[in-house]
């Protein structure tokens, strides 16, 4: 079998040029004779991986010194605890916009630290839309203000931040980190779990600015407290050692292609393919409309479900895979990450409106 298109929405493809690279350090990288998979993470060969990692990260992000840049476990959904549980320090209520699932998820673990006003919420559209913010709403002396920046599921992002006056902004960004450029300066903190775009399941990463570290809740476990992963360079523990390689080596991909700025061009046109093709054709639809559209995560529908069905199978049969929508919307989703080639996303339209001319 060749390999397929896979527009998973995470875990999701990794770039070709990595996986290969990979296979060949498989059993014996650099001169250590032995797999990154078998290295002591105390190793100073080790460590030159991690290192590498954030480092790169830090260019092709551009964060400030004044950020750290943590590579912890437990995905994003962890996070959800991480976040109040560390920034919950003062008045212990915060902010947040309902965008989706992940953003009700995250708001409904907040509730059990502290205090969550909810702001705005697109619910009644099935979030279709990112809604417009009202800042008499806000709390002046939140601890912080939560936005999920891309919305997975439904396929919207924010294009403009809100100006939350000194509370700190805080954001998942597991959908579209290294996607799209982001001002690191004007976030408190971000994290991402890395299956969407920058590598395996089992690392996520946090940036989050120096002086909201050691301020956590006292029932805070050392397992998340930001303050211990901080000091031990994301060495207190056993790292996913394997997947920060990869990353590596994604963050070494993409800066060959010339960084986050180049990518987002890319990322642009592919969604311009997509969405162009959506908005003429008779027989899909976008479920997103306007300027909140996700380049990331574009779901779509034919408003007949066997259509739908009909489509995500011969699709599959074709190398198009993983193209079914999330339960919640229905339909079709494609995931066009930045490992989706441009030709990826031509094939899929190409074989997208010979579908539409076979079921008139
Ligand atoms: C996938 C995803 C999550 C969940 O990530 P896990 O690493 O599985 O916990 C959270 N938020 C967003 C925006 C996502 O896309």
């Given at each position: 079998m060749e390999r397929v298109y896979?527009?998973?929405?995470?875990?999701?493809?990794?770039?070709?040029?990595?996986l290969e690279r990979a296979a060949k350090e498989m059993t014996n990288y650099g001169d250590s004779g032995m797999s990154v998979m078998e290295m002591s993470h105390r190793s100073k060969i080790y460590e030159s991986i991690i290192n590498r990692a954030e480092e790169l990260l830090r260019e092709l992000m551009n964060i400030p010194s004044s950020y750290k840049v943590l590579f912890l476990q437990g995905g994003a959904s962890s996070q959800f605890a991480m976040v109040p549980l560390n920034l919950?320090?003062?008045?212990?209520?915060?902010d947040v916009v309902l965008t989706g699932m992940w953003?009700?998820?995250?708001?409904s673990e907040f509730k059990k630290y502290g205090q969550v006003n909810v702001v705005a919420s697109s619910e009644d559209k099935t979030f279709s839309y990112i809604p417009e913010l009202d800042e008499s709403k806000f709390t002046p002396d939140a601890d912080f203000f939560h936005i999920t920046y891309n919305n997975t599921i439904y396929g919207t992002r924010f294009t403009k931040l809100p100006d939350t006056k000194g509370v700190?902004?805080?954001?998942?960004?597991?959908?579209?980190?290294?996607g799209e450029e982001i001002d690191v300066t004007k976030f408190g903190l971000l994290y991402a779990g890395a299956q969407k775009n920058m590598g395996p399941a089992g690392v996520t990463v946090v940036i989050v600015r120096e002086d909201l570290i050691g301020k956590q809740m006292d029932i805070t476990p050392t397992m998340f407290n930001y303050q211990i992963h901080a000091e031990n360079n994301s060495l207190y523990n056993t790292p996913p050692?394997?997947?920060?390689?990869?990353?590596m080596l994604v963050?070494?991909?993409?800066?060959?292609?010339?960084?986050?700025?180049?990518?987002e061009k890319i990322n642009i046109e592919k969604a311009n393919i997509l969405y162009d093709f959506l908005d003429n054709s008779k027989l899909f639809?976008?479920?997103?409309?306007?300027?909140d559209r996700s380049l990331m995560n574009v779901p779509f529908v034919t408003g007949n479900e066997e259509l739908d069905a009909k489509f995500v199978?011969?699709?599959?049969?074709?190398?198009f895979v993983n193209l079914k929508g999330h339960r919640s919307v229905g339909g079709m989703r494609a995931s066009i990450y930045n490992a989706m080639p441009v030709e990826g996303v031509k094939k899929l339209v190409e074989f997208m409106k010979k579908f539409e001319v076979e079921n008139k």
């Amino acid at each position: 079998m060749e390999r397929v298109y896979n527009f998973s929405a995470g875990p999701s493809m990794l770039p070709l040029p990595v996986l290969e690279r990979a296979a060949k350090e498989m059993t014996n990288y650099g001169d250590s004779g032995m797999s990154v998979m078998e290295m002591s993470h105390r190793s100073k060969i080790y460590e030159s991986i991690i290192n590498r990692a954030e480092e790169l990260l830090r260019e092709l992000m551009n964060i400030p010194s004044s950020y750290k840049v943590l590579f912890l476990q437990g995905g994003a959904s962890s996070q959800f605890a991480m976040v109040p549980l560390n920034l919950f320090s003062k008045s212990k209520k915060c902010d947040v916009v309902l965008t989706g699932m992940w953003a009700k998820k995250a708001a409904s673990e907040f509730k059990k630290y502290g205090q969550v006003n909810v702001v705005a919420s697109s619910e009644d559209k099935t979030f279709s839309y990112i809604p417009e913010l009202d800042e008499s709403k806000f709390t002046p002396d939140a601890d912080f203000f939560h936005i999920t920046y891309n919305n997975t599921i439904y396929g919207t992002r924010f294009t403009k931040l809100p100006d939350t006056k000194g509370v700190p902004l805080v954001s998942d960004v597991s959908s579209c980190i290294l996607g799209e450029e982001i001002d690191v300066t004007k976030f408190g903190l971000l994290y991402a779990g890395a299956q969407k775009n920058m590598g395996p399941a089992g690392v996520t990463v946090v940036i989050v600015r120096e002086d909201l570290i050691g301020k956590q809740m006292d029932i805070t476990p050392t397992m998340f407290n930001y303050q211990i992963h901080a000091e031990n360079n994301s060495l207190y523990n056993t790292p996913p050692t394997y997947s920060i390689y990869i990353c590596m080596l994604v963050f070494e991909w993409l800066k060959e292609l010339g960084g986050v700025r180049e990518m987002e061009k890319i990322n642009i046109e592919k969604a311009n393919i997509l969405y162009d093709f959506l908005d003429n054709s008779k027989l899909f639809k976008p479920t997103v409309q306007g300027a909140d559209r996700s380049l990331m995560n574009v779901p779509f529908v034919t408003g007949n479900e066997e259509l739908d069905a009909k489509f995500v199978k011969e699709a599959q049969a074709c190398g198009f895979v993983n193209l079914k929508g999330h339960r919640s919307v229905g339909g079709m989703r494609a995931s066009i990450y930045n490992a989706m080639p441009v030709e990826g996303v031509k094939k899929l339209v190409e074989f997208m409106k010979k579908f539409e001319v076979e079921n008139k």
